[in-house]
């Protein structure tokens, strides 16, 4: 019998001659996986990082209103050479609800800015320049607590580069009165 007449299933091949035997892929293939392969490991560590170097901070902090209804709290600090954006913020206030605010034309309440050290009061934080956003919005609407100031996407919210803290402050709210302020700042810290 002929070696060339030797039935051969279908779907196998026939051997090639002698001398024409292959041990794999070409190198220039695998030369080709490799770096596509080292390209992909390069986005996954690239985005790795990013996302490491980018985390959202909960903040809650409570604020005593003095006898004129009255105060400052700092909500949170921004490290150095860091990038804060404050996503949202809720004010609360004890004994209110959305349904029965704590309300009046002489009311207002304002997220500020500042680099200060230490705890600044009210006035010292309501300069010129630290303030980032405030109600009320026009002269024909009341100012009121609850109150949430929300921003809704990174581009929107308020921008601190730290060192710094931002600040809210109350004025002219009910005397007295426990308030409370919850929200998110979302930290963007550079490469080292």
């Known amino acids: 019998m002929n070696v060339e007449e030797t039935y051969v299933p279908a779907g196998v091949g026939r051997p ?7 041990a794999g892929p070409p190198l220039t293939d695998l030369v080709w996986e490799m770096r596509r392969a080292v390209e992909a490991l390069e986005g ?13 901070q909960a903040f809650g ?5 003095d006898a004129n209804g009255d105060g400052a709290a700092k909500l949170f600090e921004v490290p150095g050479g ?4 404050l996503m949202h913020c809720a004010l609360d206030e004890a004994g209110v609800t959305p349904a029965a605010p704590d309300t009046s034309a002489t009311l207002w309440h304002a997220i500020y800015a500042s680099a200060a050290g ?7 934080l309501a300069v010129v320049g630290n303030l980032l956003d405030c109600t009320p919005m026009s002269p024909t609407v009341d100012a009121q607590i609850p109150f949430v100031y929300l921003y809704g996407a990174k581009e929107a919210a308020l921008v601190l580069v730290g060192p710094g803290s931002f600040y809210l402050v109350v004025d002219a709210a009910t005397a007295s009165r426990q308030c409370f302020a919850r929200g998110g700042v979302l930290v963007e810290q550079p490469e080292p």
């Open 44 to 56: 996954l560590y690239r985005g790795a990082r990013l996302e490491a170097q980018v985390r959202y």
């Open 61 to 65: 902090v409570q604020l005593q209103l």
């Open 82 to 85: 860091a990038t804060g954006y």
């Open 118 to 124: 230490g705890t600044p009061t009210a006035a010292q």
């Open 16 to 22: 090639g001659a002698p001398g024409s035997e292959s």
